[in-house]
């Protein structure tokens, strides 16, 4: 069994900072890759970036880099999504999600996904 868990989002300032956090708890594999994914009401839901547990490799869509910055946690089993110079357009329901066959670089599409968190709120305010 696969369990994410996320954590961290809420209402900020444009120009603010959130973390947000996902805590993967599973017995089945131990390397994966973690995707972070928006979407904004009526809208697809988007790659942001993602990190390979096994090495740590990151990568980031262009709108985020720089901006964004992926880490892990390896003794909480933990990804960070620690998102600074937060803009309007950055808001929208976030989500973690794994691909247990931890491709890198890592897919974009939200269906090559296996395992999902139940998703957080991030509302950046001008």
């Known amino acids: 069994q696969v369990q994410l868990v996320e954590s961290g989002g809420g209402l900020v300032q444009v120009g603010g900072s959130l973390r947000l956090s996902c805590t993967v708890y599973?017995?089945?594999?131990?390397?994966?890759?973690m995707g972070w994914f928006r979407q904004a009401p009526g809208k697809e839901r988007e790659f942001v970036g993602g990190?390979?547990?096994?090495?740590?490799?990151?990568s980031y869509d262009d709108s985020v880099k720089g901006r964004f910055t992926i880490s892990r946690d390896n003794a909480e089993n933990t990804v960070y999504l620690q998102m600074n110079s937060l803009k309007p357009e950055d808001t929208a329901v976030y989500y973690c999600?794994?691909?247990?066959?931890?491709?890198?670089?890592?897919?974009?599409?939200?269906?090559?996904?296996?395992?999902w968190g139940q998703g957080t709120q991030v509302t950046v305010s001008s």
């Open positions: 599973t017995r089945t594999f131990n390397n994966y890759v």
């Open positions: 999600a794994v691909e247990s066959w931890a491709p890198w670089p890592p897919n974009r599409g939200w269906d090559q996904y296996d395992y």
């Open positions: 990190i390979r547990w096994s090495g740590g490799s990151t």
